[in-house]
């Protein structure tokens, strides 16, 4: 059954913004608030997560090394900057989503790091692999920053593995789940914009 899972086209934002991912992803706001500037998505039986944030843009920040500079923000608040292994970067074109003329363009990076959970301390950290992308929408003064979580190796006295083993994480293609790698993808590639006027003083 490897690959065997579909992905639906999803309305984030109150339909203002949609892409595609996974059904198995739930709702966080279901179940805890989230922040209004946020979509955080869960798959429990994987702990496996991914994040929709729209920020102020970063006017300081080059456009270049733009989705290095949130990760490594990311893994700093997350007290795993000294543990952070970048594995790669790029730029991605999107067909979907147009900014005046142009498709907009993704920077990428993807990194592993040690982490906890929650306020959980050191001797409880996972190993994670952090997809990152950053879409900047200068027109509306807006960072968009996609995240996704995948663990590679859970920690016995880590909270997630009461969810799932501790252990190594079960592969993607294992499950009849399509590999966090392309969940992102999708996330990334279908993202598109229905109302501009979201960005009228909200992120």
Not at 23 to 44: G, K, M, T, W
Not at 82 to 94: A, F, K, Y
Not at 162 to 177: L, S
């Amino acid at each position: 059954m490897a690959g065997g899972e579909s992905s639906i086209r999803r309305p984030l934002f109150g339909g203002a913004i949609s892409t595609a991912f996974p059904v198995r992803f739930q709702d966080v706001s279901n179940i805890r608030e989230v922040p209004d500037h946020q979509e955080v998505l869960v798959d429990p039986a994987r702990d496996e997560s991914l994040i929709f944030e729209l920020l102020d843009l970063k006017g300081d920040v080059d456009d270049a090394g733009s989705a290095l500079w949130f990760l490594r923000d990311v893994a700093d608040e997350q007290d795993a900057g000294d543990n952070l292994v970048i594995e790669h970067s790029g730029t991605v074109e999107l067909a979907g989503l147009r900014v005046g003329e142009a498709p907009a363009v993704a920077e990428t990076a993807i990194a592993r790091m040690a982490v906890s959970k929650g306020r959980q301390g050191r001797e409880a950290q996972n190993i994670v692999r952090l997809y990152l992308a950053n879409i900047r929408l200068k027109n509306a003064a807006t960072d968009v920053v996609i995240t996704a979580y995948e663990p590679l190796l859970i920690n016995p006295l880590s909270e997630s593995a009461q969810a799932v083993a501790a252990g190594p994480a079960v592969p993607a293609e294992q499950a009849g789940c399509l590999p966090m790698s392309e969940v992102f993808r999708l996330a990334v590639m279908n993202f598109n914009i229905h109302d501009w006027n979201l960005f009228n003083g909200s992120a």
